[in-house]
């Protein structure tokens, strides 16, 4: 099993920035993708940005040029830099991790980010 340990989320201003970090442990083999999803009040989970292990990475077009995925491999651990953040930023985030001599997907258990106008 894996287990993934979220923190960062906060209550900021428009424009202001938090940064999220995601803890991976346990059963962690050659780790494929690390990520992060958002699912705000009625709404779908969707995707936010996702970095691979060659450090490829992808961004949804709402938070391209404002958010930045990177990962510590040696941590087993992947951050969110958010910057210029907007009320429409506002909802649950969601670490996303894919690793295991079976490549399996895991979930954490959320972290609330709210954006005040």
């Known amino acids: 099993q894996v287990q993934l340990v979220e923190s960062g989320g906060g209550l900021v201003q428009t424009g202001g920035s938090l940064r999220l970090s995601c803890a991976a442990s346990g059963s962690i083999f050659s780790t494929k993708v690390m990520g992060w999803f958002r699912q705000a009040p009625g709404k779908q989970r969707e995707l936010v940005a996702i970095?691979?292990?060659?450090?490829?990475?992808n961004y949804a077009d709402s938070v391209k040029g404002r958010f930045t995925i990177s990962r510590d491999n040696a941590k087993n651990t992947v951050f969110l830099q958010m910057n210029s953040l907007k009320p429409e930023d506002t909802a649950v985030y969601y670490c996303?991790?894919?690793?295991?001599?079976?490549?399996?997907?895991?979930w954490g258990q959320g972290t609330q980010v709210t954006v005040s106008s």
């Open positions: 996303y991790v894919v690793t295991g001599r079976t490549p399996t997907a895991y």
């Open positions: 970095i691979s292990s060659s450090d490829t990475t």
